[in-house]
């Protein structure tokens, strides 16, 4: 397919997340150049196929030539014209298996492509589920900052209105002060990260980062309440889905059509050749008569048996490199099965602690929240001290904070544990081409 421009975000529309990966897998350049790997990969194919048939060449063939012809005592000069057009067929009537060996290698090596693009649908998939939810997650940070600030200057106003009164001392309104000037920097920072985490989630997109890109909030994802799925049935899961396992495959396979190939070196084939068509010819002697003779009709048929006996080991050397591709591709097949289980096991344990983790947070919120309105209700009655309730309003920015860290994580966690598995392939709308 053609490059596409630069993708064109509404301004005016609060995205989800399958409109995001949509727009990814149309526009990002990844896919673009995976799907051209593919297509090229079955042009490839479409060559091997053709060695199947015989080739037919129209040939034309002209000469002129002039010399001197011994005639009785005296060189008599002599000029002679050609005009031949004709057919030609050549075909390969026999190899022992040399083209479909080839055929079969093409036709693996188109699986491997193809895989390869799914693989890549795969990685975009989930990054733009990564960049997203690691958006919510600041534009979470960003309001728990807004609300600390809140909080924080309604403690720095009962502080100061206390000191106005003789209740409360200058260095208990400083403290309130820094407070509050401490949680208006984290809000500063926080706007800047969700500015950033905006730019990353448009350029996956191929959309400028200065884009106006709005969002599902987080309040409106509904999380899973616990974990319902077996580590042992997520890694057979994996190994059935996940598309690198078959490009190992495929590329194993069109080894050993490779080994097939480089045997069937070492046997003869059999070429048919033949032509006709038809041969037009003109003579001038000096002092004769000029001659024309034609369309006259010529063909000729050809069987040839070619049988390499000695190459210098070339044969030989080409058979042990296809052995040892076949080796190698195999020990890849190991490998990357080894690597799919820990990478499945691992990010089901992850996601196991992200679950316990948006428990306990939750938790540390919802305490956090109590503590503190009864901190600032008790102060400002005169019962608690301003160190209390400062220390109080932080332990709740840090409690809002970790709320929003725990719920990105638990889904981002189980988006990590689909696209270990390639759940995230598989239940995601497919297109024809991106």
Known sequence: ??????????????????????????????????????????????????????????????????????LGEAFVRQTLGLYQPMLQVNYLVLDFGSRSAQIE????????ANLSFNRVQLDVLFETSRRYYRLLDTIGQRDAAQVNFDNADTVRKAVEARLAVGLATL??????????????????SAIGDVDVARGDLLSLLDASPTDKLEVQSLAELTLPSRLDTDAELEIKRAL?????????VAARDAARAEIRAAHSAFL????????????????????????????????????????????????????????????RAQANIDETRDAVEQQVWTAYVSLRTAFSQRDAAAALLSASQTSYSASLRSY???????????????????????????RTGLLTQLANLAYRTGDLLQSATRKAKP
């Open 105 to 112: 290698q093409a036709r693996q090596q188109l699986l491997s």
């Open 268 to 327: 003869p084939q059999l070429q048919f050749q033949g032509q006709g068509g038809e041969v037009r010819a003109y003579g001038q002697q000096d002092l004769l008569h000029d001659t024309y003779v034609g369309p006259a009709e010529e063909w000729n048929v050809n069987l040839n048996l070619n049988w390499t006996l000695f190459d210098g080991g070339r044969r030989i050397a080409d058979l042990a490199r296809a052995h040892a591709d076949e080796r």
């Open 1 to 70: 397919m053609e490059a596409d421009a630069h993708t064109t975000i509404d301004a005016g529309h609060i995205y989800v997340l399958p409109e995001l990966i949509d727009l990814a897998e149309r526009h990002n350049p990844a896919t673009r150049a995976a799907w051209a790997q593919a297509r090229a990969q079955a042009a490839q194919l479409g060559v091997a196929r053709s060695d199947l048939y015989p080739a037919l060449t129209a040939v034309m063939m002209t000469n002129t030539s002039r010399e001197g012809v011994l």
């Open 240 to 248: 059935a889905q996940r598309p690198e396992i078959g490009e190992e």
């Open 380 to 406: 400002q009655l005169g019962l608690r001290n301003t160190v209390d309730v400062v220390t109080a309003q932080r332990t709740l920015a840090q409690a809002l904070s970790s709320d929003v860290t725990a």
């Open 171 to 188: 260095p208990d309104a400083l403290e309130a002060r820094a407070a509050a000037a401490q949680a208006d920097f984290a809000l500063q």
